[in-house]
Structures are given as C-alpha cells and as structure tokens.
C-alpha cells in the first residue's frame, strides 16, 4: 500500500518551481477515475492519420497521474506534467514508474476538447485509476485502505500541490469509466453504489453539486445490467450525464476500446462534460 506522506513530499520535490508562467495561475481541475478502460490499453503507436494530432504532448494541459497500488504495482507521474498519451499503468510493465508507457485512455482527447470549451483556462487533469477493479469493493467509500480513500487523498494532495506552487485551483468536474468488474452485480445495485459514490465524491470534496459523467462500459451482450444502471443514475441524479459507448470498438473481445475509440469516448466524455458546466446547477 502506498505511504501517501512520502508521496507528496516527492511529487512538491518534482513540482517545485514548475508553473507555466512567473504569475500565480488559477487551474480548473477535472478528475477522471475508474478501472482499465480509464486507465487506457489503447495503443500510442495507433495514433496514426487523423488521430496524430494526440500523439504529440500538450503543454497548456498538466496532468497529475496515478494508476495501480491495490492489486497492481503503482505508477505516478510524479507531479504536474504536460498532457500526452502514455500515463497509463500498463499491465505487465516491468518498470512501474516508466512513463510514458505504450498506452493510453481518454484523457488524450477529453483534455484538448475541454480546453477549447474554455479558452484562456488553465486545465489540469487528475487522473485516478486501476484496472481489474469493481465498485462493490475496490472502490466502495465504505471499505477502508482501498482505492476510494487513496482516491480522495490523492485529489486533496493535489491541491495541496497547487497551493505549495502559489497557485489556486477549483475542481469543476469528474468522468468515471468503471462497471466491467460489476457485471454479475444484481440490476439496480450497480445504481445504488454509484448514486453512493457521487454523494460521497460531492460532500467529501466540498463540492455540491459537482458535475459528474458517467462513461457507458462497452456493450458485449453481458453487461445489460451495467448499463441500464448507469443510464438510470445519469437520469435520477441531479447534475449527472452519460456519454455512450454506440459504435465504438475494442481491441480484444469486447472489453477494452482501440485508439479511435479511445480517443471517439474521450470527445464524449468531454461534450457531456461541457454540457452540464452549461447546465445550471438545481
């Protein structure tokens, strides 16, 4: 498990002195969490014709990673970093703290869109994630140690980070992509645990009426139930929207999106996103 104490003190030692202008910055800061297809398999060497554009790092968008430390070896950015595919924990990577690594998630598109939304904002990504992970469990606020706890102080030392820069920040937003491990879940369960999530995400963070994006997990013909929930806390919770998964591919049997979808889910995740900022809160 990971000692966050000692992380902090090394991300301030890694972010110490690095802002993108002499002059104090304010940052909105969208979180994105959730298990692998958040985390990212799609592949950076598909980033080819049309989708070369997210290949290349993006300077005007920080992103503050962390991936694995419950069931997998953790890997963090270390800090603040410009945007760019690669902060992904790739299974099976022998260096955890490699980056960037081979993969990607929706991080690489969700960040250029929101920036264009938002022009003259400085955007910073938090990005939370582990793969293998469910609900039920791994990120149930009420287990104690696993990945929602790590989660909330990983977003607070964040903060802190920024503060330490002599900056400010303000979280707008948060994407969750998670539900693959939650198949067998009975129907309406899955609801009643993410409904839980986002009230607890909302109060623990301070902020009421956060604007929260469900990412729909891919349809395979056995995740029904997964999906169904998912609509209906999009469509009984106050500020929450859902971004589909229709007609998008995977790389292997219908788990985890390929490049363009990737990058396809990315653009929806933001587009809702957009949406509900626009929205006024009730």
Not at 1 to 19: H, K
Not at 34 to 50: C, E, F, I, P, T
Not at 95 to 103: H, R, S, V
């Amino acid at each position: 498990m990971m000692n966050y104490r000692i992380f902090l003190g090394v991300a301030a030692f890694f972010t110490a002195g690095f802002s993108p202008s002499v002059r104090a910055a304010h940052y909105d800061v969208f979180l994105l969490a959730g298990q692998s297809n958040m985390d990212g398999r799609a592949s950076v060497a598909d980033l080819k014709g049309d989708l070369e554009k997210y290949a290349k790092s993006n300077p005007d968008i920080l992103i503050h990673f962390s991936a694995g430390g419950l069931k997998r070896p953790l890997t963090t950015s270390l800090g603040f970093k410009p945007l760019q595919p690669g902060y992904s924990g790739t299974p099976g990577n022998k260096n955890a703290n490699a980056l960037p690594t081979k993969t990607f998630g929706p991080e690489v598109s969700f960040g250029p869109t929101m920036a264009q939304a938002l022009p003259g904002k400085h955007l910073l990504l938090v990005k939370f994630a582990e793969g293998g992970t469910s609900l039920a469990h791994d990120w149930n606020p009420g287990e104690p140690g696993k990945l929602y706890e790590n989660f909330i102080k990983f977003v607070l030392q964040t903060q802190e980070l920024v503060k330490r820069q002599g900056d400010t920040c303000e979280i707008r937003g948060m994407v969750w992509h998670q539900g693959e491990s939650d198949a067998a879940m009975p129907a309406g369960k899955y609801q009643a645990a993410l409904t839980a999530l986002i009230a607890k995400v909302r109060s623990d963070l301070g902020v009421r009426d956060l604007p929260f994006v469900i990412g729909q997990v891919f349809d395979n013909g056995k995740r029904t139930g997964i999906i169904n929930d998912q609509k209906a806390t999009a469509g009984a919770v106050a500020h929450v929207g859902f971004a589909d998964a229709n007609g998008l591919k995977t790389i292997d049997k219908g788990t985890h999106f390929d490049a363009g979808s990737q990058i396809a889910l990315g653009n929806r995740l933001a587009h809702e996103m957009i949406r509900l900022l626009k929205s006024p809160a009730p």
